[in-house]
């Protein structure tokens, strides 16, 4: 097995080599989401420590972007408050991965980060905001106070990194208030329309995607219909065998989902006014984290990156994706001069190149 990923790694290696050979990179992106619980009992630190070790080489023509879900379970809370100490382990983990580096670093709200969209959720997102910069100065949390609309981050002149809050808008929706929905629309639609315009690649960054091959996107391993506590937490509780709640469970889950599934009503009405928007520029890129997998999508000419590996593990779904690990680690989006790009995902066992041409076959 050791041979095998050592093989691997030489081949993946050569493989990367010859791709870029002769041309040169503009900037690299760096993407790794629901990094906000390091300290588990298994290994669940094991992506930021590979991402440090990645960091040490890279130059100020790169950007980190965490992709939410930055603190598990609920955001920062206030310094008094229960769980604070908790809160700061888990974010200093992922700070002290890029502390020492000179480029660019970008964290973005996921829902844990909001406290799930509750009424305290923009509190304890400014608390992050300004833990990160008393941290790393001169580096930014998007948007600091969940804010509306889209934010445009300069990462190099050929290369328009468009970041929105999803979760602020799947709060909206539950509270009814939509008006802000429309205004961040009309704002994604003009600076994709602008950027496309003027040659630039689009990556549009949320927490949420938009299409997904894991528990999110509604699809679960045969034995969840057995087991559907498994997805818990790795408990003693989580193999009783539960056959038919796990068949009804899986099924609503399916059908109906819960708030942060992609077919929930608030959650889909996200989905639909995003694709009908980035549906329209192919060739973009969607990156995101939720899922705690890594894969990437084609979908109608939008290539939808999915990075939410950084410390905790569920179910992806392989057939249909041109890329898809259960397995810890993070994406690296590289842009070259004339207008190519690679991705490669990078785990403790492999970097792997993707082919853009082929999707998985099997399950």
Not at 74 to 89: I, L, Q, V, Y
Not at 220 to 227: D, E, I, K, N, T
Not at 302 to 324: C, M, Q, R, W
């Amino acid at each position: 097995m050791r041979f095998k990923n050592i093989l691997g790694l030489m081949v993946s290696f050569w493989a990367i080599s010859s791709f870029a050979f002769g041309q040169k990179a503009v900037h690299t992106l760096y993407l790794i989401g629901d990094a906000g619980k390091p300290h588990g009992s298994d290994a669940s630190g094991e992506a930021l420590t590979l991402l440090k070790q990645e960091l040490q080489t890279c130059t100020d023509s790169v950007t980190v972007l965490f992709l939410g879900d930055n603190i598990y379970p609920a955001g920062m809370p206030d310094k008094m408050e229960e769980g604070r100490k908790e809160a700061e382990k888990n974010l200093d983990a992922s700070l002290d991965a890029v502390k020492d580096f000179s480029g660019k670093v970008i964290f973005i709200p996921g829902n844990h980060d909001w406290y799930q969209g509750s009424f305290e959720g923009n509190s304890r997102l400014e608390n992050q905001a300004n833990y990160i910069d008393s941290v790393l100065q001169g580096h930014a949390f998007i948007p600091a106070d969940g804010g509306v609309g889209v934010q445009e981050v300069a990462v190099g002149d050929s290369i328009a990194l468009l970041v929105l809050d999803s979760q602020w808008w799947l709060t909206a929706v539950e509270a009814n208030e939509l008006g802000d929905t429309t205004t961040l629309i009309r704002q994604l639609d003009s600076l994709c329309a602008k950027n496309h315009q003027a040659g630039k690649k689009v990556v549009v960054a949320a927490h949420h995607p938009l299409v997904s091959n894991g528990l999110h996107g509604g699809h679960f391993p045969a034995r969840a219909h057995l087991f559907p506590l498994e997805e818990f937490g790795q408990k003693w509780w989580g193999y009783i065998p539960l056959p038919i709640f796990g068949s009804i469970y899986v099924g609503y889950r399916k059908r109906f989902g819960y708030k942060q599934d992609v077919v929930h009503k608030g959650y889909g009405s996200f989905v639909t006014s995003v694709s009908s928007v980035v549906n329209k520029y192919p060739g973009t890129f969607y990156v995101a984290g939720h899922d705690h997998c890594l894969q990437m999508l084609e979908v109608d000419g939008i290539y939808h990156v999915g990075s939410g590996a950084g410390s905790k593990l569920s179910y992806v779904k392989e057939k249909g994706a041109l890329f898809a690990r259960q397995e810890r680690g993070f994406c690296k989006l590289t842009f070259y001069e004339g207008g190519t790009f690679s991705v490669e995902f990078i785990t403790p066992s492999e970097r792997v190149l993707v082919s853009l041409d082929q999707q998985v076959d099997g399950e």
